[in-house]
Structures are given as structure tokens and as C-alpha cells.
């Protein structure tokens, strides 16, 4: 079963910055597109950012383009999202999801496009 665990969220202050790490086992990530999604108390899950297979392209939701970067590590398996500028409005559950690709430079933020997801890492940003 390929496995996803999310790790690097705690209480930050607003105006902070963490680095949350998306690290896989069980399957080789270079063959998945991967997507950092967030889910806050009472609200919807939404598409936070996502990354290609090559790292060729990167997509970002409005509310965190210029705050935020998806990076990927496929030596290590591993997927980021550095997080800048962190408001209270990011305080949320985030989870790093996967889904099989063969194309380059291209990834969806919508999250019925991913099979795996991991069990995600809490972030909250106090003001």
C-alpha cells in the first residue's frame, strides 16, 4: 500500500514560516504528481498547491500564490511546501496527496484527480 506522511506543522505566529514535508515509502514519487491540500475547521478541503513528476510545473491557489512553494526532492522521496508570510487564515489541517502521471509539466489541483493521500499535519498560525 503506497503510504504518504505528512510532517513539519505546529503553532506559528502570524507573519512565521514552516516547511511541511511530504515524505513517501512504498512507491518511488517520481511517477506521481503530488498536491498539498488544506482542510480548516468547517470548511470544505480545498487545493493548495501542486507539483509535476519533473518539478516543471507548479500550480498554486490565489490565496497563498507568493507565500507559499512546492518543491520536490525525488532522491529523497520526498515532496515540500514552504510556507512564508503564514496568516491565521492557513490554520488547517494540510495533506499531501499523489496520483500517477507520464506527463510532464503538468498537475491538477483539484483533488478527485488523486488516489493516495496521507493523513496530514496540523498548522496553526496564532495573530
Known amino acids: 500500500q503506497l503510504q504518504l506522511v505528512e510532517s513539519g506543522g505546529e503553532l506559528v505566529q502570524s507573519g512565521g514560516s514552516l516547511r511541511l514535508s511530504c515524505a513517501a515509502s512504498?512507491?518511488?514519487?517520481?511517477?506521481?504528481?503530488i498536491g498539498w491540500f488544506r482542510q480548516a475547521p468547517g470548511k470544505e478541503r480545498e487545493g493548495v498547491s501542486c507539483?509535476?513528476?519533473?518539478?516543471?510545473?507548479?500550480n498554486y491557489a490565489d490565496s497563498v500564490k507568493g507565500r507559499f512553494t512546492i518543491s520536490r526532492d525525488n532522491a529523497k522521496n520526498t515532496v515540500y511546501l514552504q510556507m512564508n508570510s503564514l496568516k491565521p487564515e492557513d490554520t488547517a489541517v494540510y495533506y499531501c496527496?499523489?496520483?500517477?502521471?507520464?506527463?510532464?509539466?503538468?498537475?491538477?489541483?483539484?483533488?478527485?484527480?488523486?488516489?493516495?493521500w496521507g493523513q496530514g499535519t496540523q498548522v496553526t498560525v496564532s495573530s
Open positions: 507539483i509535476s513528476i519533473d518539478g516543471g510545473y507548479t
Open positions: 496527496a499523489a496520483y500517477f502521471s507520464v506527463l510532464f509539466k503538468q498537475c491538477a489541483v483539484s483533488e478527485n484527480h488523486y488516489s493516495y
Open positions: 512504498k512507491f518511488n514519487v517520481a511517477s506521481y504528481n
